[in-house]
């Protein structure tokens, strides 16, 4: 059944993508790009990634990639392969246990996920702002 799942899943963000509504939901999350250290390019694959997990491959993009520094790279990955679970996954876990406790399981994913996101791109740049003061 996971299949026919995925399959619905890939239409209604090709669907979304398509009536221009990614790129709005990108332009509303621009800003919050900034708390992980982020530029409003990650704003894209961190949406598509955290729908379809083959989303992450946008940060492979170019153009996206002459704008990330590693750190940015590690923490835009992370925050949007562990934002939400595998959809199909959640499904599966609302059919099995509940909708409740999947939503619930789902939060605390994402409260996770954020948190470390923050905590990696703000400690990185301070470590890498201790480096580099150190070597000079």
Same mark, same amino acid.
């Given at each position: 059944?996971?299949?026919? @799942?995925?399959?619905? @899943? *890939?239409?209604?963000?090709?669907?979304?993508?398509?009536? #221009?509504?990614? %790129?709005?939901?990108?332009?509303?999350?621009?800003?919050?790009? #900034?708390?992980?250290?982020? $530029? /409003?390019?990650?704003?894209?694959?961190?949406?598509?990634?955290?729908?379809?997990?083959? =989303?992450?491959?946008?940060?492979?993009? $170019?153009?996206?990639?002459?704008?990330? &520094?590693?750190?940015? @790279?590690? &923490? =835009?990955?992370?925050?949007? =392969?562990?934002?939400?679970?595998?959809?199909? &996954?959640?499904? /599966?876990? /609302?059919?099995?246990? %509940?909708?409740?406790?999947?939503?619930?399981?789902? #939060?605390?994913?994402?409260?996770?996920?954020?948190?470390? *996101?923050?905590?990696?791109?703000? *400690? =990185?740049?301070?470590? %890498? /702002?201790?480096?580099? &003061? +150190? +070597?000079?």
């Amino acid at each position: 059944m996971p299949f026919p @799942i995925f399959v619905l @899943i *890939s239409a209604i963000a090709s669907l979304l993508d398509w009536l #221009g509504m990614m %790129s709005a939901l990108a332009a509303v999350i621009n800003p919050l790009m #900034g708390v992980f250290r982020l $530029p /409003a390019e990650a704003a894209l694959p961190v949406i598509l990634s955290s729908i379809r997990k083959d =989303g992450l491959l946008l940060f492979a993009e $170019p153009k996206t990639l002459a704008v990330l &520094t590693p750190l940015q @790279i590690l &923490t =835009g990955v992370y925050l949007a =392969g562990v934002l939400l679970p595998c959809l199909v &996954t959640a499904l /599966a876990i /609302a059919r099995e246990q %509940s909708p409740a406790f999947a939503l619930k399981l789902m #939060g605390r994913q994402a409260i996770a996920s954020v948190i470390f *996101s923050w905590v990696l791109a703000w *400690s =990185g740049t301070l470590i %890498s /702002a201790a480096a580099f &003061t +150190t +070597t000079r």
